[in-house]
Antibody, heavy 120, light 107 residues
């Protein structure tokens, strides 16, 4: 059974960089059929797509976040990571990693999510 | 970008009743890229329906999706207490985008 697990700091200071890693187990990240994605959800609000990466390293980003986001992949460790620069309180969210199916763009496996708070 | 509007915002029904959730797109979109998720309190979203009408693995057959063009519907034929959740639709054109969600409450 595929599992995804987010890890990283739960508290980041304003103007600094948020960094999270997602570890994939029970399957390989080096699959032709899937992207690996980051999404987020502010407390009490809806879901927002951040971006995706293919195992080759090709990444796609939400245009609204593109200037501040980088996603990269480490196939040797079956991990992919998110960096979000110049964070503000508006970036406080539960961050999820997920697998995105190339065929229909659905997110079919999700991590449990990790709350990241931006505060001094 | 194509915006998704979900209605109603909240649906309060009794067990055994039928729930009808709407997802309306600002422009016509391909049914292949309309997806529904269920998010129970404190949990990650769970894939319910993809391609507008295909149930994901392990999803009970009381959940069904339909629609095309700009109007899509998620139907729960007979509500059960564990269906208490927020339901989101999602589209993909240039970048995945979610609707605002419908909260289903059980009376």
């Amino acid at each position: 059974q595929l599992q995804l697990q987010e890890s990283g700091p739960g508290l980041v200071k304003p103007s600094e960089t948020l960094s999270l890693t997602c570890t994939v187990s029970g399957g390989s990240i080096s699959s032709d059929s899937y992207y690996w994605a980051w999404l987020r959800q502010p407390p009490g609000k809806g879901l927002e797509y951040i971006g995706s990466i293919y195992y080759t390293g090709t990444a796609y980003y939400n245009p609204s976040l593109k200037s501040r986001v980088t996603i990269y992949v480490d196939t040797s460790r079956d991990q992919f990571s998110l960096t979000l620069r110049s964070v503000t309180a508006a970036d406080t969210s539960v961050y999820y990693c997920a697998r995105r199916d190339l065929r229909d763009s659905s997110f079919d496996y999700w991590g449990q999510g990790t709350l990241v708070t931006v505060s001094s | 970008e194509i915006v998704l509007t979900q209605s109603p915002g909240t649906l309060s029904l009794s067990p055994g009743e039928r729930a009808t959730l709407s997802c309306r797109a600002s422009e016509s979109l391909s049914s292949s890229y309309l997806v529904w998720y269920q998010q129970k309190p404190g949990q990650a979203p769970r894939l319910l329906i993809y391609g507008a009408s295909t149930r994901a693995a392990g999803i009970p057959n009381r959940f069904s999706g339909s629609g095309s063009g700009t109007d899509f519907t998620l139907t729960i034929s007979r509500l059960e207490p564990e269906d208490l959740a927020v339901y989101y639709c999602q589209q993909y054109t240039s970048s995945p985008l979610f609707g605002g969600g419908t909260k289903v409450e059980i009376k």
